[in-house]
């Protein structure tokens, strides 16, 4: 049975803080430190070292939360959901996740939608006061919710509490409070069209995957999308596809922002996240030759010369992930392994690295060679 103490030997179990209930150990050697899940609210904490010089990047917080799928793969994203170096920060995030997941099953779903509506009101927007009041005793609920995450009662409604303990409850208790408001007890207005579509510059696709793309008609892409008068309108899939590793990158890239289409357009200023060949006057991608891949259990990198990363979520799950990043790989070869004439050559990465200098400057921002 994998446990943390099995996976991570070196780590103090002196040093692990009390979970809250119903997360259970997922630790994997292959990961920087332990992890323990909690199926039912498709969370993952990852607890760090407690001494800085042993975790994988020592200015890095101890914290993390992920969100996950109901397989327990980490959904994606660029960062975790949550991090802190307050494990009562962490206490906040769990209780508040619980507090909106019982008090909806303690209303019906006509008060639920009416509690949310009103809390986005003037009325209760931007205010202490929460709408759940009106629909049940909502104190009752969080102290439920409260023995049911961290398996006790309330110090804060105990007679003769420790005044410490209390107060330290108590900006718990009122912290999940706001947090579950804000995230999950107030409705959202739907986010119209425009704030799902990113415009991008033509320049972040080559010239080979621009001629790729335009000399196909849209029922003939692999994704949704179509030639516009300046550039392509373009769908961002949520399944694995095959598709050139710049048009890949773009599609990460958007999607980490929230978005679920792309409009490149050639007028679209050029990003630092992203690579740009609009100087390019090749087919292929010479002067990428030099970047290599590098992936872990939640991101894959494009490490450009001088250090820079481009970085990007991988798949909600380890198999897709697995599959993703191989994808990824043989893309990202067939990029950068053409020749001038765009003719296919055999060499990987590293031999391109040995061979080839960089014909023009990258766009980014730190250690640009030029």
Avoid at 74 to 81: G, K, Q, Y
Avoid at 115 to 125: E, G, I, K, T, V
Avoid at 284 to 299: K, L, Q, V
């Amino acid at each position: 049975m994998k446990t943390f103490s099995v996976e991570f030997p070196d780590f103090d179990p002196a040093t692990l803080p009390k979970l809250p209930q119903g997360f259970q150990d997922d630790s994997w050697h292959n990961d920087a430190c332990p992890s323990f899940h909690n199926a039912q609210l498709r969370l993952s904490i990852f607890i760090d070292y407690a001494a800085p010089e042993m975790r994988a990047f020592a200015d890095g917080v101890r914290f993390h939360i992920f969100r996950t799928d109901e397989d327990g793969g980490r959904l994606p994203a660029n960062d975790a959901s949550f991090t802190s170096d307050d494990w009562s920060e962490i206490q906040t995030y769990v209780l508040a996740e619980q507090f909106a997941r019982h008090l909806k099953a303690s209303l019906s779903e006509k008060d639920w939608k009416e509690m949310r509506r009103r809390n986005a009101s003037p009325d209760y927007d931007n205010s202490l006061s929460c709408a759940s009041h009106d629909f049940c005793d909502a104190n009752m609920v969080m102290e439920a919710t409260w023995r049911a995450t961290f398996g006790e009662k309330a110090a804060l409604i105990c007679e003769g509490a420790n005044g410490q303990i209390v107060a330290e409850q108590m900006a718990i208790w009122n912290a999940a409070w706001s947090r579950a408001k804000s995230e999950q007890l107030t409705a959202k207005p739907e986010a119209p069209f425009f704030h799902k579509l990113m415009p991008l510059s033509t320049g972040h696709l080559c010239a080979e995957t621009r001629e790729w793309l335009s000399d196909r008609p849209a029922d003939g892409w692999p994704i949704l999308g179509g030639v516009t008068e300046y550039g392509y309108f373009v769908h961002c899939p949520e399944e694995i596809q095959e598709l050139p590793a710049d048009l890949w990158a773009c599609i990460l890239f958007a999607t980490s922002k929230g978005a679920e289409y792309i409009l490149f357009d050639q007028v679209e200023d050029i990003l630092p996240d992203l690579i740009d060949f609009s100087e390019q006057d090749n087919e292929s991608a010479a002067g990428m030759a030099d970047a290599e891949i590098d992936d872990d259990p939640i991101n894959i990198s494009v490490v450009l010369p001088g250090g820079k990363r481009l970085t990007f979520p991988k798949a909600r799950n380890a198999a897709a992930a697995a599959i993703e990043a191989e994808l990824f790989r043989e893309a990202w070869r067939d990029l950068v392994g053409r020749d001038r004439t765009g003719a296919s050559r055999s060499s990987t990465i590293e031999t391109l690295a040995k061979k080839t200098t960089p014909k023009r400057t990258l766009s980014h921002e730190t250690g640009s060679p030029a």
